[in-house]
């Protein structure tokens, strides 16, 4: 089964640029994912969903200085402008259809901090 | 308005039964899948499984840590999935969200919190 790794934390300044990271397993490294922000006591809201080539589609609202992107293994969603808040916690997650089998995987999550 | 409302939380033993509703509004609820995912305190996202629609013989799925132990259910003339859970464990604790699956997680509901403790 695909394994998503994702740092636990991330903290960058108001206004600035971040890029949160998500690795797929080696042996998945062509895998889509998907982006999902939480913010606080909140449930989590659909970002965008990351092609192996970079290839992005947004969520509805979802505001332009969100963008994706992919090298490798790895999995990107970067912040322009960061904003207040921004601050929530980030998951990727990945869909599959393994020998029939159909799961769902998810990282650990990244918490990031708006300073 | 789109929506999801889960309900049927609580505190229950180790060993116990609960069954969680998610009741839709606002979209097709009898063409889409829907998904439970859960959520420990502090934690990251775990799914725990999915139900098709009639279209797809209402087929299932679940995660390896809830096989053989929960259920996923459905009732299109309520607009409404269910999630039974039998056998739980102190590990089964935590926060459940019903969601949409179409292509993505498109529509989450509030959750619902469950406590296994003795």
């Known amino acids: 089964l695909p394994v998503l790794t994702q740092p636990p934390s991330a903290s960058a300044l108001l206004g600035a640029s971040i890029k949160l990271t998500c690795t797929l397993s080696?042996?998945?490294?062509?895998?889509?994912i998907e982006w999902y922000q939480q913010r606080p006591g909140r449930s989590p809201q659909y970002i965008m969903k990351?092609?192996?080539?970079?290839?992005?589609s947004k969520g509805d609202g979802i505001p332009d200085r969100f963008m994706g992107s992919s090298s490798g293994a790895d999995r990107y969603l970067t912040f322009s402008n960061l904003q207040s808040d921004d601050e929530a916690d980030y998951h990727c997650?990945?869909?599959?259809?393994?020998?029939?089998?159909?799961?769902?995987?998810f990282g650990g999550g990244t918490k990031l901090t708006v300073l | 308005e789109v929506q999801l409302v889960e309900s049927g939380g609580g505190l229950v033993q180790p060993g116990g039964s609960l069954k969680l509703s998610c009741a839709a509004s606002?979209?097709?609820?009898?063409?889409?899948?829907m998904d439970w995912v859960r959520q420990a305190s502090g934690k990251g996202l775990e799914w725990v499984g999915r139900?098709?629609?009639?279209?797809?013989?209402?087929?299932?799925a679940y995660g390896a840590s809830v096989k053989g132990r929960f259920t996923i259910s459905r009732d299109d003339s309520k607009n409404t999935a269910y999630l039974q859970m039998n056998s739980l464990k102190t590990e089964d604790t935590a926060v459940y969200y019903c969601?949409?699956?179409?292509?993505?997680?498109?529509?989450w509901g509030q959750g619902t919190m469950v406590t296994v403790s003795s």
């Open positions: 080696s042996e998945h490294s062509t895998y889509t």
């Open positions: 997650g990945e869909s599959h259809t393994i020998n029939g089998q159909v799961g769902v995987v």
């Open positions: 139900i098709r629609s009639k279209a797809n013989n209402y087929a299932t």
């Open positions: 606002g979209f097709t609820f009898s063409g889409s899948a």
């Open positions: 969601t949409r699956r179409e292509g993505t997680f498109d529509i």
């Open positions: 990351v092609e192996s080539d970079g290839s992005h």
